[in-house]
């Protein structure tokens, strides 16, 4: 259980003119489950390998529960990072794998052997002590590299994208053990995944980075419902974008004019921006002359199970609409249909 | 041993290229591994029989008489065999573990990093298997005379270190070409200090390139003549510069048998090494390099 705040921190790796992370603040609760998403490049590893201690920061400091950890070297400081690759060590067996970590805190050998059971049977692994690292499959490596690092008992578990080498059906039930595990210990944990979907279903909250730069920290639902940017929203999965100009608590667009909701109107930007909406908020309708109406010809219906997707052309622009498969009223290709944008759902983002 | 050296190349080359199940190229392979064979085995014979030879005259095929005068003199303290013998083992381990200890940090700088001047380096590290020892011996004799290393061990250990190094550090370097030092950031951050990574992680990756590159370094330093005999100074007597004096005084058993005591060991420490050698342990990588 331990607080961590991470504080102006910034890598600049010699030789390139971008600093890797740039200015990165962020203040992780204690016990929580925090999840670092970005693109491919975005600076997530190097974050996490200057907070367990094994990258040297630029600048910034790093604090656990108040006390700056810069200085602290990793092997003293309690972060334990797991990397993405397993890396279990090849010359040693599971078991010894498993007690590295006390037989360099000179724990003795019968506690050690001991843990290691215990560890094995948190990770649904008893009993393979005695293998070698190449005995087992790439998910219950691992396991086993968790296994590692929790039984050294770590202020801060630091996961390296623990999923992205797994197959789906695996990559589920580690995913539901991570959970459990980090519930039932309740230890701090950072991860690393470029997969927004996993970030949502795992986390408590979410550090969206992009270019090196947290570009917003929050809990799941806020980045569907409001992103800070054009980008962070379509890195959820948003795909309708309008150039928009809003006065008082009317926005329009090239689509038509929308009234927009008080609670948010204050809080959106004015003049020049961007209207989101995200697919499953829009309804389509059959009455024409509501409010927040528009009128387009449906150009494609995509049916994907659970739910139909349609793009409706509105004018010059395309949006998108999502139905559940429930949803009663059949509408196909060709049609003219009404697409009604909820209020309270309008959100505004800078232009980019 | 007659029988062996009878069936000589002569006979031996045709009946490998005759085998059945490899046809003409595997033949040729096994004729050429038996001639390979014959050149490293044959004079090793020789040296037995000479060894333990007594009045062996031509045309006698093999010595009638068995002696063991040889190695009596070999034993005798007076005869100082012993004693290089004990120079030559503490100067090849010396310079072994030295380049070693010098050889892992500069080969693991040139595996593992990208910096300005790699390639000079690089360039320079091999400069030594190019130029001549006796070049090099020469130039540094008057400097070694200077600070007092001349006619010392130590000091003819460190100039053996000259042809040993590149050899140390190319095949080291190999080795480090494949590391992933992600390994030691693990091990660290589960609360590893530096000579517990080292000792837990690091070695047991480089082992095998380690016991290369130490056969190398040994068996290099362990038939240095030239170096030796300039920067000893003639006080420093080693096996070698032993066995070139009694080469010249003539007598060919007590030669033989000395060149066994010089072989011996060199053929020990590459039995020892040998299971680092095969191809699986990657041990040989550096030779990429080259
Ligand atoms: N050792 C290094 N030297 C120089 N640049 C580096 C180094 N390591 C990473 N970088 C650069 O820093 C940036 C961030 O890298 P980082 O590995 O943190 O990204 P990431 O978000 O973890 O990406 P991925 O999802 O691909 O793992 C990248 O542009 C990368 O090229
Ligand atoms: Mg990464």
Not at chain 1, 81 to 106: A, C, E, T, W
Not at chain 1, 200 to 216: C, E, R, W, Y
Not at chain 2, 79 to 108: D, H, M, N, W, Y
Not at chain 2, 266 to 277: D, E, Q, T, W
Request: charged share 15%; proline share 6%; glycine share 10%.
């Amino acid at each position: 259980m331990t607080h961590v705040l991470v504080d102006d921190l910034t890598k600049r790796y010699p030789g390139s003119e971008q600093p890797a992370l740039d200015a990165f603040t962020l203040d992780i609760p204690s016990g929580s489950l925090t999840a670092f998403l970005g693109p491919s490049g975005c600076g997530k590893t190097t974050t996490l390998k200057m907070i367990a201690g094994l990258l040297r920061p630029t600048a910034g400091s790093i604090l656990f529960d108040g006390r700056d950890v810069v200085s602290t070297p990793a092997e003293k400081r309690g972060a334990v990072m797991v990397f993405q690759n397993y890396l279990l060590f090849p010359y040693m067996s599971i078991g010894d794998n498993v007690g590295f970590g006390l037989k360099m805190r000179g724990v003795p050998r019968q506690t050690i052997r001991r843990r290691v059971e215990e560890m094995l049977e948190l990770v649904q692994l008893p009993g393979v002590a005695d293998r070698r690292p190449t005995q087992l499959s790439g998910g219950q490596q691992q396991r086993i590299a968790l296994a590692r690092a929790l039984i050294t008992e770590p202020n801060v578990l630091l996961l390296d994208e623990p999923l992205s080498n797994l197959d789906a059906h695996l990559r589920d039930e580690m995913r539901d053990l991570i959970v459990r595990i980090q519930r039932d210990l309740a230890v701090t944990t950072i991860f690393v995944t470029h997969d927004q979907g996993e970030a949502v279903v795992l986390a408590d909250k979410i550090a969206l980075i992009f270019d090196g730069v947290l570009t917003q920290y929050a809990e799941p639902s806020e980045f569907y419902l409001r992103p800070v940017s054009g980008r962070a929203a379509q890195f959820f999965g948003g795909t309708n974008f309008f150039p928009a100009v809003r006065r008082g608590s009317v926005v329009e667009t090239p689509i038509g004019s929308f009234a927009f909701d008080a609670p948010y109107a204050e809080r959106a930007p004015a003049g020049e921006s961007v209207l989101t909406i995200r697919p499953e908020q829009l309804h389509v309708r059959g009455a024409n002359g509501d409010p927040n109406t528009v009128t387009g010809t449906v150009r494609s219906r995509i049916y994907v199970g659970t739910y139909t997707r349609y793009i409706v052309r509105v004018g010059e622009h395309d949006v998108e609409v999502i139905r559940s498969a429930d949803t009663p009223g059949q509408i196909n290709e060709g049609d003219d249909v009404h697409v009604h944008f909820p209020s309270d759902r309008l959100w505004l983002v800078p232009k980019a | 041993m007659a029988s062996s050296r009878s069936a000589g190349a002569g006979r031996q080359e045709p009946e490998g290229r005759g085998t059945v199940s490899g046809g003409l190229a595997s033949g040729v392979h096994y004729g050429a591994l038996v001639v390979l064979l014959l050149f490293l085995i044959a004079p090793l014979i020789a040296f037995l029989f000479n060894a333990f030879a007594f009045r062996w005259f031509y045309p006698q095929f093999i010595p009638n008489e068995i002696s063991f005068r040889a190695w009596a003199t070999v034993a005798d303290p007076n005869s100082k065999v012993l004693e290089a013998f004990v120079t030559s083992v503490g100067i090849a381990l010396g310079v072994t573990l030295a380049s070693i200890a010098i050889g892992l940090p500069a080969a693991r700088a040139l595996g593992l990093y990208a910096f300005r001047g790699k390639r000079v380096i690089e360039f320079l590290l091999l400069a030594p298997t190019i130029v001549p020892g006796v070049a090099i011996a020469l130039g540094l004799n008057i400097n070694f005379l200077r600070w007092g290393l001349a006619g010392e061990p130590f000091g003819v250990g460190l100039v053996h270190l000259v042809p040993v190094m590149p050899y140390v550090v190319l095949v080291l370097s190999g080795v480090f070409a494949n590391y992933d030092t992600n390994f030691e950031d693990q091990a660290r951050s589960l609360g590893a200090r530096p000579l517990a990574i080292f000792w837990y992680v690091t070695l047991p990756a480089i082992i095998p390139g380690v016991m290369v590159a130490g056969l190398f370094a040994f068996l290099i330093s362990w038939s240095q003549y030239i170096l030796t005999f300039l920067i000893g100074s003639g006080r420093v007597v080693t096996l070698p510069i032993l066995l070139f004096s009694t080469a010249a005084g003539g007598n060919a058993a007590l030669t033989a048998a000395m060149s066994l005591v010089f072989i011996g060991p060199a053929i020990l420490v590459l039995i020892l090494i040998s299971r680092y050698l095969s191809g699986e342990s990657g041990a040989v990588g550096g030779f990429g390099k080259i």
